[in-house]
Structures are given as C-alpha cells and as structure tokens.
C-alpha cells in the first residue's frame, strides 16, 4: 500500500470519528433541551412521544455507525496490505456510510410524516 495513500485513509477517518457524534445526540427531555413540554398547547403528547423515540433510536443508532467506522478503520489499518483484510475492512467502511445516510434520511422523513400528522 502506498504512503499517500495510507496517509489520505487516516485523514478521512481521523475527520469522521471526530464530526460523527455530534450528528445524532438523544433527546433527554425539557423544554431547554428541545424536549417535550406537557404544559404548552401548542405541543402534542403524540408528537412529542413520536420526537423523543425517533431521536433516542436514532441516536444509539448514529452511536453504532461511529463505533462500525472506529472499527473499519481499525481493520484497515491493521491489515498491514493484506488484500482480503483490507477489502474487508472497506466493505464494513462502505456499509457504515451507507447506514449513515440511512439513518439520516429516516430522521427526515419521520420529521416530515409527523409534521403532516400532527399539522
């Protein structure tokens, strides 16, 4: 394996494992927090159940994908060249990214379909 390239690999995962967390952080409640408040008649109780499960499932989720790309880059760079370790270690890559938009364009499409239920 070449040295640039090894070295492009690092970069990318060093910029990853340091954005990826703050891209899905669990909803603990509170109208501060962004949380449900039971006393405004302008928030739903389903809506707010609704927001608080989505961003809890979301967020272990988002959780696993991080840990998928710690451990993908991990494998590749322990693969030492290894052809079939490193091809592997991109598959893990490849499905954690792909997980990664998943997730989001779940997050956006549940925003959506509860902003159209809940008017």
Known sequence: MKMKELERYKK?????????????????????????????????????IVNNITSWVL????????????????????????????????KTLVGAIIGLIIIILAKVLISIVVKLITG
């Open 59 to 90: 967020g272990l989720a988002g959780l696993v994908i991080v840990l998928m790309i710690v451990i993908a880059g991990v494998r590749y760079i322990v693969s030492a060249g290894n052809p079939n370790q490193t091809e592997g270690a991109k």
């Open 12 to 48: 990318i995962f060093s910029r990853t494992t340091f954005l990826a967390p703050g891209l899905y952080v669990p909803n603990f409640g509170g109208p501060l927090l962004g949380g449900c408040n039971m006393n405004d008649p302008n928030t739903g109780d389903m809506q707010c």
